[in-house]
């Protein structure tokens, strides 16, 4: 029963630094989703994938980039860390997707969260 | 630009109470509105997902209504438990497959 699976839990990085957070679904949803939240901005979307193969920009993408593996796993990815990027991240995925069909189960599926990366750049 | 607005920051009530979140945003032009509790340390779980054409959504104790028109939504927690205690937050959805957070209100239920 496990969900949405994120690694690490947690990291520190020092500025200019790279690495890749890890996210694994075992619900065979469509739909992946990374947010990141900060204090006083909730979350916010950095960027999604409706379905395999398929990835799209959030509202805050600049500095990041993702990777849809597989249908089961979405990465993200810092190449040059920057003190901005200090934050949680959260992954996120959804039944819904592109090419399931009715408008409705696109779109009015619930999200099912990770419980988060907290990641620190020095 | 969707805001989304979440009033009140913070809540602060005895065991038993009834009590109400309230969430407002700017663009009525929304597909669902997702409410989550998030607790410490954690993600968010998500608690009720009320759709467009709906006006409400009930769930145990838990009850969260839609005014698209007035871009408005509440969640209605009746005999509050220590339990409860979390951040809820709730989240428009929006053609383009996006979800749009508000800040979220901090609730303390006091045994």
């Known amino acids: 029963n496990a969900g949405v699976t994120q690694t690490p839990k947690f990291q520190v990085l020092k500025t200019g630094q790279s690495m890749t957070l890890q996210c694994a679904q075992d619900?065979?949803?469509?739909?992946m989703y990374w947010y990141r939240q900060d204090p006083g901005m909730g979350l916010r979307l950095i960027y999604y994938?409706?379905?395999?193969?398929?990835?799209d920009k959030g509202e805050v993408p600049n500095g990041y980039n993702v990777s849809r593996l597989n249908k089961r796993e979405f990465s993200l990815r810092l190449e040059s860390a920057a003190p901005s990027q200090t934050s949680v991240y959260f992954c996120?995925?959804?039944?819904?997707?592109?090419?399931?069909?009715?408008?409705?189960?696109?779109?009015?599926?619930?999200?099912?969260f990770g419980n988060g990366t907290r990641l620190t750049v020095t | 630009k969707q805001e989304v607005t979440q009033i009140p920051a913070a809540l602060s009530v005895p065991e038993g109470e009834n009590l109400v979140l309230n969430c407002s945003f700017t663009?009525?032009?929304?597909?669902?509105l997702q409410w989550f509790r998030q607790d410490p340390g954690k993600g968010l779980t998500s608690l009720l997902l009320i759709q467009s054409s709906q006006r409400e959504q009930t769930s145990g104790r838990l009850n969260a209504s839609l005014d698209k028109s007035s871009g408005r939504s509440t969640l209605y927690i009746a005999a509050s438990q220590p339990g409860d205690s979390a951040t809820y937050l709730c989240?428009?959805?929006?053609?383009?497959?996006?979800?749009?957070f508000g800040a979220g209100t901090i609730l303390r239920v006091k045994s």
């Open positions: 994938s409706a379905s395999e193969g398929t990835t």
């Open positions: 989240a428009p959805k929006h053609p383009g497959n996006k979800l749009v």
């Open positions: 996120a995925s959804s039944e819904g997707g592109l090419g399931t069909g009715l408008w409705g189960s696109i779109y009015n599926s619930p999200l099912h």
């Open positions: 663009d009525s032009a929304i597909y669902n």
């Open positions: 619900m065979n949803h469509n739909s």
